[in-house]
């Protein structure tokens, strides 16, 4: 099993909770969530149960619609899975727990019960047809789960030092050197082409084999329209879905609605929305009317952009209409030559590392009525009362008319100013203009 940071989460429930609450943990599906639940169960307790309710029994399943007799309950769940059970020393899992709302709605009662530790995964979870007839259990303590980030990455690879040093180097503002920036630009571009899925990246370092990997990366790209069928019958999800990439490379102010499903628009097609992005498969960033500390309170839902949460997936649906992405294609971009502008690319790839550093996903677009000209901020983030500005750049070029003008515009709201490009660490004035490696420490 893959080194997961969020192991360190699960310790830390533990010990808090000390059984009085649930742990959830939501995030799309092949991530990686049933691994290192089961590792973690595993390590730090005396026995477990883990029940996978996409493939279990009706029988199993119809013990959770009366819970009255919790002897009974458990009983019954150590005889059919062969396992003795032991007092705040067990851990019950549920897998795919969308599968089985009364197990869920169970919750309520077994943690009350306080006996045994209970750990619930599931993905889509938030639909509203899953939960819609169940008592959501308020002892249940969500967290969210992505895709392996870059250092889990690096871990993967046996790599253990280059995030300090480089974390190091952005604490002092020092530039890394020609010789070892290429070489970090080259790894972090690896990272982006493979992508953070557990089963791609497992394939990567079995065979170095692009193709291969891609082919893992169709399959979980495949499995993904096939729960949008399931949710969405009128196929408009998979639809949204697929034109993720073709949107952004549009470079347009908002995700054009109109352009891929022609009857509809933003505001026709909120729940969609949601639910793509409750699948925590898509990103959603919105337009922040009112570019502020609290940028929640006034985003405009019809006005929005889509992202991936893993880029490696991104990159295998930008080219998706190929029977599989040419390892050519995989060679021009990991050595940063193939010719086409992949600004929408290192978007997304910012995108995803803010949105696992626990950030909301938010972007300004301005008109100057003096230049007659559009402006677009890629990312605000908030800070101290403050906001951050984040303009990205697929290149080196230090241009960053936007930034200067938002920062115009709204001087007396901006903490830090940020250039995402692809060069060395460098100032500029009073912008730093960071590599895309050093996203993940904003």
């Known amino acids: 099993m893959f080194k997961r940071k969020i192991y360190s989460k699960l310790l830390s429930w533990k010990e808090e909770s000390n059984g009085n609450t649930a742990l959830l943990i939501e995030g799309a599906r092949r991530i990686g969530k049933s691994t290192v639940v089961e590792s973690f ?29 919790l002897d009974y309950l458990f009983l019954q769940l150590q005889l059919q899975y062969k396992v003795d059970l032991h007092e705040r020393n067990s851990l019950i899992i549920f897998d795919e727990v969308q599968l089985c709302p009364l197990a869920r709605q169970a919750i309520k009662s077994l943690v009350k019960d306080h006996r045994y530790d209970y750990i619930e995964t599931g993905s889509l979870i938030s639909i509203k047809k899953n939960i819609q007839n169940i008592l959501i259990p ?16 690096l871990w993967a690879l046996g790599d253990h030092t280059t995030t300090a040093l480089v974390r190091k180097l ?37 065979t170095n084999n692009f193709r291969k990997v891609d082919t893992i990366k169709r399959d979980i790209l495949n499995l993904y329209e096939d729960d949008f069928k399931k949710i969405d019958s009128t196929g408009k999800l998979s639809l949204l879905f697929d034109a993720i990439p073709a949107q952004l490379n549009k470079n347009a102010a908002r995700y054009q609605v109109s352009s891929v499903l022609a009857n509809d628009r933003a505001d026709s097609i909120l729940e969609l929305i949601a639910e793509l992005k409750d699948s925590k498969i898509v990103l959603v960033s919105y337009h922040a009317n009112d570019p502020n500390a609290g940028m929640s309170t006034n985003k ?11 880029t ?3 990159t295998t649906l930008m080219f998706k209409d190929k029977d599989f ?33 626990g950030n909301e996903l938010f972007y300004y677009t301005f008109f100057n009525e003096t230049s007659r000209h559009n402006y677009e901020i890629d990312f605000l983030l908030a800070s101290r009362n403050k906001i951050c ?23 007396d709201r901006i903490l830090d100013k940020y250039l995402v490009y692809t060069k060395d660490l460098a100032k500029d004035s009073d912008i730093l203009c960071l590599p895309v490696y050093m996203v993940p420490f904003l």
Do not use: W
Not at 391 to 405: A, N, P, R
């Open 41 to 69: 169960a595993k390590n730090e307790y005396q026995s477990y149960i883990l029940i996978d309710f996409s493939t279990v029994s009706k029988s199993i399943k119809a013990l959770f619609e009366d819970i009255s007799d």
């Open 138 to 153: 308020s002892e249940e303590r969500k967290l969210s789960m992505y895709p392996m980030d870059y250092e889990e990455f």
């Open 170 to 206: 952005f604490d002092s503002r020092h530039p890394i050197g020609d010789k070892l920036h290429r070489k970090l630009m080259r790894d972090f571009r690896l990272y982006m082409l493979v992508g953070g899925m557990p089963q791609a990246v497992n394939e990567y370092l079995q």
């Open 300 to 310: 405009d839902l019809c006005k929005f952009k889509l992202f991936l949460c893993d």
């Open 312 to 314: 490696g997936l991104f």
């Open 325 to 357: 992405t040419e390892n050519i294609i995989y060679e021009k971009l990991l050595n940063d030559t193939l010719n086409t502008n992949l600004g929408y690319l290192y978007e997304n790839i910012v995108a995803q590392i803010l949105t696992c550093n």
């Open 389 to 411: 500005p984040i303009e990205v750049k697929s290149s080196g070029y230090k241009t960053h008319k936007s930034l200067d003008e938002f920062c115009k515009k709204y001087s």
